[in-house]
C-alpha cells in the first residue's frame, strides 16, 4: 500500500515546466532481518516489509514526518501565503483535522496544513483515482519485479517518469468534473466530459 501526495503542475508563458506537482510516492514498508539463511540471503540480512495493516497511528506518522516535510520542501516558492489543503479519501485509517497530535504539528514555519475529507459518494472528485493512478500503471506494468524492493523501485520509476503535461491533463479533468457537479446542483447525476485536451493545448486555449 502507498500513499501518494500530488498537487496541479505549474508552466511558465513558455510552457516551461515550473514545478511538476509530484510532492512524493511513499510506501507502508519496514525493515526486519531474515530469520534463516535462504539461496536469496543469508540470516540477518535486512529485508523489506510490507504493514499489512494499516492503522491510524501509521497514516498519522506518515503525514506528519514523511509528507508533511516533503511538501515543505517541493513547494513552488512562488506561491504566495503557503496553506495548503490536503484532501484525504474517506478511509477510516485517515486521521481529521481534529486529530490532537495533528494539531501539534499542522503549523511549521511558513505553512499551515489543513486536512480535508473526499465528499462521500464522489469518487470523481479524488484526483488519484480520476487518471493518475491509471496513468502510473501502464508505466509500472512495463517493468518485472521479483520481491517488494523491485516493487517499490518500479512503482517509483513509473511515477517519476510520468510526464507533468499528463498530471496537469489529469487536473483539468478533475476541473471540469467539478463544473458538471455544480451544473447538476450537487448529485451525482451526470456524465463524465470527454474534452480533446491536446487539440486544446495545440490551439493555445491550454496553459
Aim: aromatic share 10%; glycine share 4%; net charge neutral.
Amino acid at each position: 500500500m502507498f500513499t501518494v501526495a500530488v498537487a496541479r503542475p505549474r508552466f511558465n508563458a513558455q510552457d516551461e515546466c515550473t514545478f511538476d506537482g509530484k510532492l512524493g510516492i511513499f510506501p507502508f514498508t519496514y525493515q526486519e532481518a531474515a530469520k534463516r539463511n535462504s539461496k536469496n540471503r543469508d540470516k540477518g540480512t535486512m529485508v523489506t516489509k510490507v504493514v499489512e495493516s494499516v492503522r491510524k497511528e501509521e497514516t498519522r506518522d506518515m503525514l506528519i514526518n514523511q509528507i508533511v516535510p516533503e511538501i515543505m520542501q517541493k513547494w513552488p516558492p512562488s506561491e504566495g501565503p503557503k496553506t495548503i489543503f490536503i484532501q484525504q479519501d474517506n478511509a477510516r485509517t485517515h486521521i481529521t483535522q481534529s486529530d490532537a497530535i495533528w494539531q501539534q504539528a499542522h503549523q511549521q514555519g511558513d505553512f499551515t496544513f489543513i486536512l480535508v475529507q473526499q465528499p462521500p459518494n464522489s469518487p470523481d472528485l479524488n484526483i488519484l483515482d480520476l487518471g493518475f493512478f491509471k496513468s502510473i500503471q501502464s508505466l509500472m506494468h512495463k517493468k518485472m519485479s521479483k520481491d517488494v524492493d523491485d516493487m517499490l523501485d518500479a512503482v517509483n520509476q513509473a511515477y517519476y517518469e510520468l510526464e507533468a503535461r499528463t498530471l496537469g491533463n489529469v487536473w483539468l479533468s478533475y476541473q471540469y468534473v467539478m463544473n458538471e457537479i455544480l451544473k447538476a446542483k450537487g448529485s451525482n447525476n451526470y456524465d463524465l466530459p470527454h474534452v480533446n485536451k491536446k487539440r486544446l493545448f495545440a490551439q493555445g486555449r491550454l496553459l
